[in-house]
Structures are given as C-alpha cells and as structure tokens.
T-cell receptor
Framework: GAGVSQSPSNKVTEKGKDVELRCDPI?????LYWYRQSLGQGLEFLIY????????KSGLPSDRFSAERTGGSVSTLTIQRTQQEDSAVYLC??????????FGPGTRLLVL | AQSVTQPDIHITVSEGASLELRCNYS??????LFWYVQSPGQGLQLLLK??????LVQGIKGFEAEFKMSQSSFNLRKPSVHWSDAAEYFC????????????FGKGTRLSVIA
C-alpha cells in the first residue's frame, strides 16, 4: 500500500517568505509527527498530532512555526517569515496507535 | 532528560566484514528502542524495534540488535556487511506508552569499502 507522502520534495524560497509543507499519512494512522533534520542539530521533534489535536507542540522552535491536521489525515506545517536557519529537511511520520513510526521521504527546504 | 548517544560519527568497514554500531540511552524507564536507516536523499526506514521480551531482536536486511538494560545499550549488529548497507544509521527511543515522539541519536554514517 501507499506509504507516507510529502510535498513538495524540494522547496527553495527567499528569506522572509512563508512556506507550507504537506504530509499525507498512511490511511488509518491516528498519530502524525513532524521532525526536522539539519546538519548541526540532527533529527529534532517538532509537533505531534493525535487525530486532529496536537497534544505536544514542544518542539516548535518559534511562533513562526505552526501546523494543523484536518480530517485526521493530511497535515500542513507552515513556516512564516522564513529565515536561513530554517533550511533543513522536514520529515513527517505516521503511526497506528501505539506502534512504530513510518517516515515519509521528507521536504528539503532551502531559504536563500 | 531523555537522550541517545551514538558515539561513532563515521565507521568504515570492508565488504563481508562484521559490523557493530553502538547506541546508549538515558531514560527514566525502559523505553521502546528503534534502529532506523537512511540512505542518501531518502527518508528513514525502520530496521528493527524492541518493545519487550526477548532482548535479541531480528530486523530486516540481516540486522539484529541486543538490548542490555544493565548497560542502557541497544547495539546494532550485522555478521557480514554488503556494499548496499552504506547509509546513515539512527538509534531512537520513545516512551513505552508508544504514542510519543522519538528521541534520536546523532547518527552513525557507515561507509563500505571493497
């Protein structure tokens, strides 16, 4: 079956612009996670959804970052007023209740 | 605070040689333990996981890992490395409730030479 998909696969933007990153989880997976992978910081957790609610937003680095999930399915991560330090690979993962996480291929974001 | 340490940033092994990648964790209770592999430009693929029970777990691609509570370790092993195993390997932990974010180590990059 289909795995976790993310779009776009690559995004180049200018500093100060807003970007939206999309994640389509595996159908039926109730949990959805966003992570960021950067050279200096490794893999960092950003936010976790259970259904449409986000019980854990502790990893969002600033108020420029937000995310939502609708219909217990698709999630969008929005970065406002992008900065160069936001350049990274943004990974999405989904899981059934209490199981391990399946990862998408990631979105490579480059802020010029 | 929870943390995962992978002490080896980069390892080079010869094809056909054995491999052991180290992972130590710091956690309040026995966590769920995972090894993921990431090939260049790809997402993370689960190699194996430990939730409970037998401390020696088998994974895909011929990998295995052993959980040692006394050492807070979960080392990954493979008896004979193939060139296609060259990738980045990440050890991760999660709360045993299961629905919590993963805490990752910094990763170990594996190079395989002929």
């Amino acid at each position: 079956g289909a795995g976790v998909s993310q779009s776009p696969s690559n995004k180049v933007t200018e500093k100060g612009k807003d970007v939206e990153l999309r994640c389509d989880p595996i159908s039926g997976h109730t949990a959805l996670y966003w992570y960021r992978q950067s050279l200096g910081q490794g893999l960092e957790f950003l936010i976790y959804f259970q259904g449409n609610s986000a019980p854990d937003k502790s990893g969002l680095p600033s108020d420029r970052f937000s995310a939502e999930r609708t219909g217990g399915s698709v999630s969008t991560l929005t970065i406002q007023r992008t900065q160069q330090e936001d350049s990274a690979v943004y990974l999405c993962a989904s899981s059934p209740l209490g199981q391990f996480q399946y990862f998408g291929p990631g979105t490579r974001l480059l802020v010029l | 605070a929870q943390s995962v340490t992978q002490p080896d940033i980069h390892i080079t092994v010869s094809e056909g040689a054995s491999l052991e990648l180290r992972c130590n964790y710091s956690y309040g209770a026995t966590p769920y333990l995972f090894w993921y592999v990431q090939s260049p430009g790809q997402g993370l693929q689960l190699l194996l996981k430990y939730f409970s029970g037998d401390t020696l777990v088998q994974g895909i691609k011929g990998f295995e890992a052993e959980f040692k509570m006394s050492q807070s370790s979960f080392n990954l092993r493979k008896p004979s490395v193939h060139w296609s195993d060259a990738a980045e390997y990440f050890c991760a932990v999660a709360h045993p409730s299961g629905n919590t974010p993963l805490v990752f180590g910094k990763g170990t990059r594996l190079s395989v030479i002929a």
